[in-house]
């Protein structure tokens, strides 16, 4: 596939000392056929795995790896390659190069580049699964989220040291995808890509698990109307929830998304319905939900609404105030206990005892599954990027770690996929 939904964007590509290093000499020819220019800084270790004449080849640009070249640095100095940068991506970014970054470290000039540099940066995770999964790295990438660098991966699967669980770095072509989508969802008009369509990770059926099931999604807060100025609502920010339409219009299906009100673009392919209260979002639900074949509440619905909200603004007339509030409907539970429901997926955001709570609300609203989030974890969850979950099942459990929140949506997508063929 030929695109040039990068042009005009250059992207610093930063190589970690991991074996999934022989990816990024295909990462590299992903990224350029996409139209944009990559300059590749190297860790002294990543030279241990692949050469940097490959990468000078494939980048047409010599590769960077030491502070103290003074040809490189009469060339390209680092603080000039962290400003020429759009994007940095680390491909594949080592538990000891989190670590290293989390720690603000200047040690070498990939982790320089980093500090340097004002460009966003992403980062693709690439280690054994039980290092990635030890509080340490944990602690590191929920760090490095909440101080803004995005995180792309890992995936789940088999991994070069023989053993299978979350660490791969992510394929590629798909690191060049999510390149594609971070510039067209911050696209301003003066650099937007001249064609900004966001292709599936594969074009192929196979890659495709979800064509011809049609689903609904519902994401957001909810609005509950005080009077016509104030309402109450939450931090939702919607990002999940559309992380889901996204990954499940790339997988194939036909998505509607009943969206609260949120700052986000409509994913593309999807059709959106924009409500307010949790009464609109179970009307617009009820409305759509016929013939549809998966059902995710995602939203964040308000508890609560007010008994009755004023039709004027209310003065500030006395000291105190009560509001009387009465219970809203639950859009899940009502879907769940629909004669010819679909395959019902919900989330829990508890902050302790998460399995007993996402066990008990996975029974009681007649789920066939719920995904549950730590939200006390600092990072993850409401309003962050990135996300871990624990999903739950009558006949199974799985654990997905901290990653980006689109990455995590697949891999939800896949599981539905793979419980509701059981069905
Ligand atoms: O009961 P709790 O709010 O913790 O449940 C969360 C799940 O239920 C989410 O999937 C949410 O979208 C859904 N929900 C709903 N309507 C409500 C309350 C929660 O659909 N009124």
Same mark, same amino acid.
């Given at each position: 596939m030929m695109s040039v939904s990068l042009t005009n964007k250059n992207i610093l590509l930063g190589i970690g000392g991991g074996i999934a290093a022989y990816k990024s @000499?295909? &990462? *590299?020819r992903r990224l350029k056929e996409r139209g944009c220019d990559v300059r590749v800084v190297m860790s002294q270790s990543a030279m241990e795995f692949i050469t940097p004449l490959t990468l000078q080849a494939l980048s047409g640009h010599p590769v960077a790896s030491s502070l103290l070249d003074p040809a490189a640095e009469a060339a390209m100095g680092h603080i000039e390659l962290a400003r020429w940068a759009d994007l940095v991506i680390i491909a594949p970014a080592t538990a000891n190069l989190l670590a290293r970054l989390t720690a603000g470290m200047a040690d070498e000039l990939i982790t320089t580049a980093c500090l340097a540099t004002e460009a966003p940066i992403a980062l693709c995770p690439a280690m054994n699964q039980q290092m990635y999964r030890n509080a340490a790295t944990q602690a590191n990438l929920a760090c490095l989220a909440e101080r803004g660098y995005t995180l792309w991966g890992p995936a789940n699967?088999? /991994?070069?040291?023989? %053993?299978i669980?979350?660490?791969?770095? &992510? %394929?590629?072509l798909d690191i060049a995808i999510m390149a594609e989508q971070f510039f067209s969802q911050s696209a301003t008009p003066a650099?937007?890509?001249?064609?900004p369509t966001v292709a599936a990770p594969n074009d192929d059926t196979s890659a495709k698990p979800l064509l011809g099931q049609a689903v609904l999604i519902t994401a957001g807060p909810t609005r509950e109307a005080i009077d016509p100025v104030r309402y109450i609502s939450n931090h939702s920010s919607g990002k999940m929830g559309f992380a889901l339409a996204t990954a499940a219009a790339q997988l194939g @299906? @036909?998505?509607? &998304? *009943?969206s609260g009100p949120v700052n986000l673009p409509t994913p593309e392919g999807v059709t959106r319905i924009d409500v307010e209260s949790a009464q609109e979002m179970l009307d617009a639900v009820l409305e759509h939900v016929d013939k549809k074949h998966i059902f995710i509440g995602c939203a964040a619905v308000a508890d609560y609404r007010v008994q009755a909200p004023a039709s004027s603004k209310i003065k500030k007339a006395t000291e105190e105030m009560q509001l009387a &509030? *009465?219970?809203n409907p639950d859009i899940l539970a009502t879907v769940a206990h629909l004669p010819h429901r679909p395959f019902t997926v919900g989330f829990a955001a508890e902050t302790h005892d998460v399995e007993a709570y996402a066990r008990d609300k996975l029974k009681r609203k007649n789920l066939d599954m719920i995904a549950a989030n730590d939200v006390s974890v600092a990072g993850l969850g409401f309003n962050a990027d990135t996300n871990a979950l624990r999903v739950f099942w009558p006949q199974g459990n799985q654990e997905f770690p901290a990653t980006d929140k689109l990455t995590l949506a697949r891999q939800l997508l896949s599981l539905i *996929? $793979? %419980? $509701? /063929? $059981?069905?």
């Open positions: @000499a295909d &990462l *590299v699967g088999s /991994q070069a040291c023989g %053993e669980g979350p660490g791969r770095m &992510l %394929e590629p650099v937007a890509a001249p064609n @299906a @036909a998505v509607t &998304l *009943v &509030l *009465v219970r *996929v $793979k %419980e $509701k /063929q $059981k069905t």
